[in-house]
């Protein structure tokens, strides 16, 4: 399985989108990310992890899962990198490949070497943006494929058999 660790922070400041709503509300920022990394996680069927450091949101270390995205904001006095780089550690091995998404050059060197990969914060945009034209391509074609009655039908005629057909 593959996994990506998401440096959430990193990213945000990274993303046009994210950046923008950084400047007003960053808990919005943070909500974007995580819907934005739902949509790769279903698309991808990647394992995503985002962590965010706790220093942006003072408290204790919590896990929870938001959309099917696990979410750590770290402990105090520990860093997002510090923790990615453990989970990278911990999560290593010959059946999964870890990848790491930041675009900080020291953070990208210590996960190479222990084996991760990384995706820079501009090539998951990058990424992102081609995966939602793909699912905007692939929902057009389905709502194009829908079935057409060989019987000419009135609008009206037509909307109260949907109905029916929906159980309405």
Same mark, same amino acid.
């Given at each position: 399985?593959?996994?990506l660790? =998401?440096?959430?922070?990193?990213?945000?400041?990274?993303?046009?989108?994210?950046?923008?709503l950084?400047?007003?509300?960053?808990?919005?920022?943070?909500?974007?990310?995580?819907?934005r990394?739902?949509e790769?996680? &279903?698309y991808?069927?990647?394992?995503?992890?985002?962590?965010?450091?706790?220093?942006?949101?003072?408290?204790?270390?919590?896990?929870?899962?938001?959309?099917? =995205?696990?979410?750590?904001?770290?402990? $105090?006095?520990?860093?997002?990198?510090?923790r990615?780089?453990?989970?990278? &550690?911990?999560?290593n091995?010959?059946?999964?490949?870890?990848?790491?998404?930041?675009?900080?050059?020291?953070?990208q060197? =210590?996960?190479?070497?222990?084996?991760?990969?990384?995706?820079?914060?501009?090539?998951?945009e990058?990424?992102?943006?081609?995966?939602?034209?793909?699912?905007?391509?692939? =929902?057009?074609?389905?709502?194009?494929?829908?079935?057409?009655?060989?019987?000419?039908? &009135? $609008?009206?005629?037509?909307?109260?058999?949907?109905?029916?057909?929906r159980?309405?």
């Open positions: 399985m593959d996994i660790l =998401v440096d959430g922070y990193n990213i945000i400041g990274a993303w046009t989108e994210l950046q923008k950084k400047n007003d509300r960053l808990a919005d920022a943070r909500d974007r990310l995580l819907d990394m739902a790769y996680r &279903s991808k069927g990647w394992r995503v992890i985002v962590v965010f450091d706790a220093h942006l949101v003072p408290g204790i270390e919590s896990k929870n899962r938001k959309h099917n =995205v696990e979410v750590i904001y770290t402990r $105090e006095n520990e860093t997002a990198d510090e990615i780089e453990k989970l990278a &550690s911990a999560l091995n010959r059946r999964d490949q870890i990848y790491v998404a930041t675009s900080d050059w020291t953070e060197r =210590v996960i190479f070497a222990q084996g991760a990969l990384r995706i820079s914060a501009r090539e998951l990058i990424e992102m943006n081609e995966i939602d034209q793909l699912i905007s391509k692939r =929902v057009k074609e389905i709502q194009e494929g829908k079935t057409v009655s060989k019987i000419q039908l &009135s $609008e009206e005629i037509a909307e109260i058999f949907e109905k029916w057909r159980g309405n």
